[in-house]
């Protein structure tokens, strides 16, 4: 299985920040990377695929890089509602895995 | 709207056995790839298995084969997560997520899960 580690585990930003969330594979996958966010009590819900791609309806303040072993998700602006935890996941491999996620409180 | 929704979650004792169902509306559910995906209490995503829209390709976590057998009805439509031999680290929130895709070059397709179920919650204890 492709391990995925994300750094930090938990953070604390203030509103209007730039933060930066980081996901490392063990092997090269290219740029077969999602991003999710899951807040307190609900599914999650995705936010980036294919390392870069925002998906329809995400706000443009989140935005994600990398390719091979090196991912980030930022957030350029961190707004009320961006209290949640993110995960990514690596869709290389047909055993999908995810990383353990970071905790983001604001 | 999109929307999956999943139940056949419950209290089981270990050893037992239990059915998870997913049925979708809003969308051509024979269509797409599935997955499960559960979280175990305070803990993070675990991706369990899925399936292709054709049944032709299933794949297992180490952690559930041999013990979960994941399957589709097309007349329903529905998904199902047919679980025997549960653990106590079994015990988590069941979610069926809908694996969308789109080209990302020649003979390269970018696969995510864009639409998610609410969860049933499975219990497995004494």
């Known amino acids: 299985d492709v391990q995925m580690t994300q750094s930090p585990s938990s953070l604390s930003a203030s509103i209007g920040d730039r933060v930066t969330i980081t996901c490392r594979s063990r092997q090269s996958i290219s740029t077969f990377l999602n991003w999710y966010q899951q807040k307190a009590g609900m599914a999650p819900n995705l936010l980036i695929f294919g390392a870069s791609n925002l998906r329809s309806g995400v706000p443009s303040r989140f935005s994600g890089s990398g390719s091979g072993t090196d991912f980030t998700l930022t957030i350029s602006s961190l707004q009320p509602d961006d209290s949640a935890t993110y995960y990514c996941q690596q869709s290389y491999s047909t055993s999908r895995t995810f990383g353990q996620g970071t905790t983001l409180e604001i | 709207e999109v929307q999956l929704e999943e139940s056949g979650g419950g209290l089981v004792k270990p050893g037992g056995s239990l059915r998870l169902s997913c049925s979708g509306s809003?969308?051509?559910?024979?269509?797409?790839?599935m997955n499960w995906v559960r979280q175990a209490p305070g803990k993070g995503l675990e991706w369990v298995s899925s399936i292709s829209s054709g049944s032709d390709f299933i794949q297992y976590a180490d952690s559930v084969k041999g013990r979960f057998t994941i399957s589709r009805d097309y007349a329903k439509p529905s998904l199902y997560l047919q679980m025997t031999s549960l653990r106590a680290e079994d015990t988590a929130v069941y979610y069926c997520a809908r694996e969308g895709v789109v080209p990302a070059a020649a003979d390269f397709y970018y696969y995510y899960m864009d639409v998610w179920g609410k969860g049933t919650t499975v219990s497995v204890s004494s």
């Open positions: 809003g969308f051509t559910f024979n269509s797409y790839n």
